[in-house]
């Protein structure tokens, strides 16, 4: 697996995109790989590319507990949140992971700063925009 400083840096590497609609969701796709959806004007990382690219920025870990609730669309809830990446921004894209395997569970929008997850006691954290399951998933 190749390890990128940042999730954009295999963009470089694309001869070419298609752009299809799944769901009213605008995604592009590269030979035949679902690698970013278009979300209020702002493009994401598909948990494809995240599973790919091996992306060490911007996540946040959660319990097993959630796993289940995320993976089903669910937002995600401060209380479930373990530890976030340091830099993480609200407002800021984020992908979810399990705390046990690492693995991606979901894509979205941070509703507070890292630190902030990891402190809150209540509220949702991120905003669940993509998830294992889902259409842009299934593509």
Excluded: Q
Excluded at 19 to 38: A, H
Excluded at 94 to 102: E, F, K, S
Excluded at 111 to 127: Q, T
Aim: aromatic content about 6%.
């Amino acid at each position: 697996m190749k390890r990128e400083a940042g999730v954009y840096g295999f963009l470089g590497e694309l001869k070419r995109l298609e752009l299809t609609v799944v769901r009213g969701v605008e995604v592009y796709i590269s030979s035949g790989m679902p690698i970013l959806f278009r979300h209020e004007g702002m493009l994401y990382p598909t948990l494809r590319v995240l599973l790919e690219h091996n992306v060490d920025s911007s996540w946040v870990a959660v319990d097993m507990g959630a796993v289940p609730h995320i993976v089903n669309g669910a937002d995600v809830m401060a209380p479930g949140v373990v530890s976030a990446h340091g830099e993480l921004t609200e407002g800021s894209w984020a992908w979810v992971r399990d705390v046990d395997h690492g693995k991606p569970l979901c894509v979205g929008t941070a509703l507070m700063s890292g630190a902030e997850m990891v402190e809150a006691r209540s509220g949702k954290a991120v905003k669940n925009l993509h998830h294992v399951g889902d259409a842009v998933w299934n593509l």
